[in-house]
Each structure stands twice: as structure tokens, then as C-alpha cells.
């Protein structure tokens, strides 16, 4: 195989990662618990937080910050995954880079 043949197969992947990344980077994930909804972008930032139980009181808010973890972890979770399914078969590659 000839280096110019392995150098444009090496630049044609790089494109597609990065074209995947920015896909996946768009994307809105949301994590769900009891009483919270949260909403991610592909870049695990957070950009939305929704209490779905109005009637909150002093007492609930130990119990929400432990929902607002377990929503957090979820919306985590699910970008892991798509990043896994998507960049997957570069990922041995790229020594953890995603």
C-alpha cells in the first residue's frame, strides 16, 4: 500500500470522526428521575433543569439533590452510550480521546 493511499484514508476518518463528534455534540440528551428532568448537549453541558413535582417543600430538598444527581448520571450515561455507538470503531484507535 502506498503512503499517499494511507494518508488519505487516515485524513477521510479524521473528517468522519470529527463530523460524527459535531453530530453527536448537537444532540440534546435528557436524563429523567422521580422528580427532576435534565438536558444535555453532546458535550455533557448541562443546559436545562425541570423539577416535575411543583409542591416541593424544605424537607424535599435533600431528596431532589439526590434526583438531580441520578438525572445527571442518566443524561451522562446516554451520551457515553451514543459516543460509544457512533465513534465506537475508532475508539481503540484514538487512545481514549473521546
Known amino acids: ?24 455534540d448537537k444532540t440534546v440528551f435528557e436524563g429523567k428521575s422521580e422528580m427532576v428532568e435534565v438536558q444535555f448537549n453532546g458535550k455533557k453541558e448541562m443546559i436545562a433543569i425541570h423539577f416535575l413535582n411543583k409542591e416541593l417543600t ?29 465513534l465506537g470503531s475508532f475508539g481503540s484507535g484514538l487512545g481514549g480521546l473521546f
Not at 468522519?16 to 459535531?22: N, S, V
Not at 431528596?63 to 460509544?84: N, P, R, Y
Request: charged share 40%.
Open 1 to 24: 500500500m502506498n503512503m499517499q493511499n494511507l494518508m488519505a484514508q487516515a485524513q477521510k476518518m479524521q473528517r468522519d470522526i470529527q463530523k460524527k463528534k459535531e453530530e453527536i
Open 58 to 86: 424544605n424537607d424535599d430538598l435533600e431528596i431532589l439533590e439526590d434526583m438531580v444527581v441520578l438525572a445527571c448520571k442518566d443524561a451522562i450515561q446516554k451520551i457515553d452510550k451514543e459516543i460509544e455507538e457512533k
